[in-house]
């Protein structure tokens, strides 16, 4: 599955204009936390890419939903924003799965059986 995902992942970017940003590329409820009276988010792991791709680890971050629509206020989401979460996702869970170990691999195969 993971072959037939990399070989149409092209596909899933058609019609949509990736711009690099400035992305914290750890943010999940564990980097998140409040310095006096001001939200804060530390630990990052910053690197330039799609900004769809910082939701990843949404996940286990914790977003509530006035959250994701005040987000997508400013930045709405593009065709095929769902699918490629899904990919941002899968990253992360074969992250884990690789880090961790087993617990995380029925995940893996979900996401890749409804991708391919």
Known sequence: MGEKLCSNLHTFFVGIEVRPSVLHGD?????????????????????????????????????????????????PRAPGFEQRAEIYRLYHYLNHLNLFGDGYYSQCASILKRLT
Do not use: K
């Not at 001001?38 to 959250?67: K, L, N, R, V």
């Open 27 to 75: 943010l999940w409820s564990g980097n998140i936390g409040v310095v006096g009276d001001a939200p804060t988010i530390f630990d990052p792991a910053t690197y330039y890419g799609h900004h769809e791709a910082e939701f990843g680890m949404s996940w286990c971050a914790g977003f509530s939903q006035e959250f994701y629509l005040a987000y997508h206020e400013l930045i």
